[in-house]
């Protein structure tokens, strides 16, 4: 019976044994793995947060790019983006997932933007405004006669009383926020009194969204001069590179996907100076071999079949554009803007796109 009891005791007492051992070689393995887990986490911390690399906020998150290519080198009007925070990444693609999906709204907004940037490009080398800034009605409009909830519309998305104080005709019969070149000529006078609040060409782009009395409080607030890490609506903060995103796909639309007509017509045109009231536009187009649609295609600031002339009104005449389809004539004015671009580029891209 004695040995018996001591068999058993001592049965137990080596499973005590065996059983200390595994906790012990368990509870090893545990320090072991807890000590690397903190040891990975310290050296990420220290790595994440040194000099060298852009503060994160918790809301954004880090995205790397897709494509093996030197962000670094992206600038905008000279100026170079921050490519290297991940907030900026981020940011950036999201707005190329938007434009990598085929939709017929870019594949128009590509046809069209060839047939005005040609009219574009020399009011902005006139004022002095880097050429990317071209871009900003594409990613304002993409080129289409859309209204705001706000109430702005034409290619550079105007309020009525802006357009107004800069000179433009707004009314049922005239819009001029529609008038590629009279549009573009009030956003460079904008666009150069907002440079001299700010002092570079990015803030000047943001401000051309949010307002510029908007952007200074919020990077007063804020205290951050770069306004690439400024946080707002989500509207605002994508606005940036939603015309980064513009200027890609406009420039690299192959790459994406988007075709061109490869044999695009050059449609010759004529500037017609007009100085009495036209009761009726399609007999004013008719009497150019052309029909209505054709013709506000080519003058999409007019918003009615008919054209008045105002005593006291702001234009006393106006210059209609009209593509030359049969007859050939040399354009009759030349005086203001639109006559000036044209007689140096005769001919605009005809896509057949309405604008």
């Not at 925070?85 to 085929?102: D, E, G, L, Q, W």
């Not at 409080?217 to 946080?231: A, G, S, T, Y």
């Not at 406009?250 to 009761?279: L, Q």
């Amino acid at each position: 019976m004695a040995h018996f009891f001591y068999s058993g005791f001592r049965s137990v007492t080596e499973n005590v044994k065996r059983m200390k051992t595994t906790w012990n070689n368990i509870s090893l393995k545990v320090k072991r793995i807890t000590l690397a887990v903190t040891v990975y986490m310290l050296s990420t911390s220290m790595t994440y947060m040194s000099s060298d690399r852009p503060h994160v906020l918790n809301s954004e998150v880090q995205i790397e790019s897709e494509e093996k290519i030197d962000l670094g080198k992206f600038t905008f009007a000279g100026e170079v983006v921050p490519f290297n925070s991940p907030i900026v990444m981020n940011r950036y693609n999201r707005a190329m997932k938007r434009i990598k999906t085929f939709s017929k709204s870019n594949q128009a907004m590509i046809r069209v933007s060839q047939r005005w940037y040609p009219l574009i490009d020399p009011i902005l080398k006139k004022h002095g405004i880097p050429y990317d800034f071209k871009y900003i009605p594409a990613a304002e409009s993409k080129f289409v006669h859309a209204t705001s909830s706000k109430g702005a519309v034409g290619y550079w998305q105007m309020m009525p009383a802006t357009a107004r104080g800069f000179g433009l005709e707004v009314n049922d019969e005239v819009d001029e926020r529609y008038h590629p070149i009279k549009s573009t000529e009030v956003a460079c006078k904008l666009l150069k009194h907002t440079y001299k609040i700010f002092g570079d060409w990015t803030s000047v782009a943001l401000a051309y969204n949010v307002g510029s009395t908007a952007l200074y409080r919020l990077k007063k607030m804020q205290r951050i001069d770069n306004v690439h890490f400024l946080k707002s609506n989500r509207e605002t903060e994508n606005y940036f590179f939603n015309v980064m995103a513009s200027k890609e796909l406009i420039e690299n639309h192959r790459k994406y996907g988007y075709k061109t007509p490869e044999n695009v017509r050059n449609t010759e045109v004529k500037v017609v100076e007009v100085n009495e009231s036209i009761k009726d536009l399609n007999e004013f187009a008719a009497s150019h071999n052309i029909n209505i649609q054709t013709l506000k295609n080519f003058n999409p600031w007019l918003r009615a079949n008919t054209l008045t002339i105002k005593d006291n009104g702001i234009n006393r005449s106006y210059e209609i554009v009209v593509p030359v389809m049969i007859e050939k004539e040399v354009p009759i004015s030349t005086k203001t803007a639109i006559g000036d671009t044209l007689a140096k580029n005769n001919s605009v891209n005809d896509t057949t796109a309405t604008p």
